[in-house]
């Protein structure tokens, strides 16, 4: 994918400002260049227990890696509320792959349930660094696991690939499910 350097904005963006589009967006940040893809799930996350919702990503471009992975749902999920009721997540280059990123418990059900409220945007990665286990709590998800690549390397590309997500719930059905939004941004070498 080239970088188009005719991409005009016309005034000021400011930091907190948003722009809405479609595919990838490519730009440059003081000098690093940067790209993002997202995608929506076609339906709901499945609430019952040990069944898949699988979300092709999209295309992480060549010589990237990975610098921030959030997540957004458009309801409220929800866990049963008894402990071990968890919403896994993992990522990879295929269906069910955990190349980039091995299952872990994105609502963590302690005895208590656990609510990712719906709108709320939660990074996974934030500036290359994944979240520690309940760093989650000022971005609305109380109890989760530390998040970890598979290996250090694990979110640099040489070579074009896919990125796959997989929401799983754990030893019981969800008591609420909503879409869900992976967003993923990289930096490019």
């Known amino acids: 994918m080239a970088f188009r350097e005719d991409l005009v904005v ?3 963006l400011k930091v907190g400002e948003n722009i809405e589009t479609t595919g990838n967006i490519i730009g440059k940040v003081g000098g690093v260049k940067t790209s993002r893809i ?3 799930t076609a339906a709901v996350i499945t609430v019952t227990a040990s069944a898949n919702t699988d979300l092709v990503v999209g295309t992480q471009p060549a010589n990237t890696r ?3 992975i ?5 309801a409220d999920t929800a866990t049963a509320g008894t402990s071990g009721d968890n919403l896994n997540l993992s990522l990879g280059t295929a269906a069910g792959g955990t190349q980039i990123m091995a299952a872990k418990a994105l609502l963590k059900d302690g005895g208590g349930a656990v ?3 719906d709108n709320n ?3 996974i990665v934030s500036n290359f ?5 309940n760093g989650l709590a000022t971005a609305g998800i109380a109890t989760h696991d530390a998040f970890t690549l598979a290996t250090a390397d694990a979110g640099h590309t040489a070579a074009e690939r896919t990125i796959h997500a997989r929401f799983t719930p754990v030893q019981a059905n ?3 499910s909503g879409k869900a939004t992976v967003i993923v941004e990289f930096e490019h070498d």
Do not use: Q
Request: net charge positive; aromatic share 8%; charged share 20%.
């Open 115 to 117: 609510t990712f409220i």
């Open 121 to 123: 945007i939660v990074p």
């Open 129 to 133: 660094v994944p979240a520690a286990s």
């Open 70 to 74: 959030y997540l957004k749902v458009d």
């Open 10 to 12: 016309r005034g000021v």
């Open 66 to 68: 990975i610098k921030n």
């Open 174 to 176: 969800l008591a609420s």
């Open 38 to 40: 997202s995608a929506e």
